[in-house]
């Protein structure tokens, strides 16, 4: 199953996960809209296509300007800017293959100060016939290329589905993550 990164952040606020606020827009209008509902004065505006390496994607189509398809806005007139660059047009990532994938929709984000960047994702290991979750403490945009160069700082864990994850798993892994 593939969940656009704003239904994953809903539903991390559903289990009281702390997550920054935004919302998904269909329409510049709309992302304009949500911008002015958050409080700025930073916000980011990021493409919502099942691909990884978004922030690092180039747009097939002149009109989406020379930026990837996450950005940094700093005030509603660049939401409004950058939504309109990127809606309706294609995004090609490491992760879509040159053909790339339409943007549909943008998330618009509430601007943060990052302290640190964590990378989690659970995946099916199909050997294993399991879920299994997999952390690392050099997150951001880079995972592929930890997993391809320091393959020692991913660490992962196999659960049963049924059973879920077991509180000696997630203690486990966040000690490796400091």
Same mark, same amino acid.
């Given at each position: +199953?593939?969940?656009? #990164?704003?239904?994953?952040? /809903?539903?991390?606020?559903? =289990?009281?996960? *702390?997550?920054?606020? %935004? ?15 958050? *409080? %700025? $004065? ?9 691909? @990884? %390496?978004? &922030?690092? @994607? ?9 930026? !990837? ?7 509603? #007139? ?18 879509? !293959? $040159? /053909? @790339? ?9 509430? !601007? ?6 964590? =990378? ?10 399991? *879920? ?6 050099? @997150? &951001? ?9 320091? $393959? ?8 049963? *589905?049924?059973?879920?994850? +077991?509180? =000696? ?5 966040? =000690?490796?993550?400091?």
């Amino acid at each position: +199953m593939n969940i656009h #990164e704003h239904q994953a952040k /809903e539903l991390y606020r559903q =289990y009281g996960i *702390p997550t920054g606020k %935004g919302a998904a827009a269909f329409t510049v209008d709309e992302a304009v809209e949500a911008a002015k509902q958050l *409080p %700025g $004065p930073v916000w980011v505006v990021k493409a919502q296509i099942h691909a @990884g %390496g978004r &922030g690092k @994607g180039k747009f097939k189509e002149a009109a989406a300007g020379e930026k !990837g398809g996450v950005r940094l806005a700093r005030s509603v #007139e660049e939401v409004e800017t950058f939504s309109r660059e990127m809606l309706g047009n294609t995004l090609v990532t490491i992760q879509t !293959g $040159p /053909e @790339g994938k339409l943007v549909n929709r943008v998330f618009v984000e509430e !601007g943060c100060k990052i302290a640190r960047e964590l =990378y989690l994702g659970i995946v099916l290991d199909r050997a294993a016939a399991k *879920p299994v979750l997999m952390v690392s403490s050099e @997150g &951001g945009v880079e995972i592929e290329k930890v997993a391809a160069e320091t $393959p020692h700082l991913i660490f992962k864990e196999h659960f049963d *589905p049924h059973a879920g994850l +077991m509180p =000696y798993q997630v203690r486990k892994l966040c =000690y490796r993550l400091n």
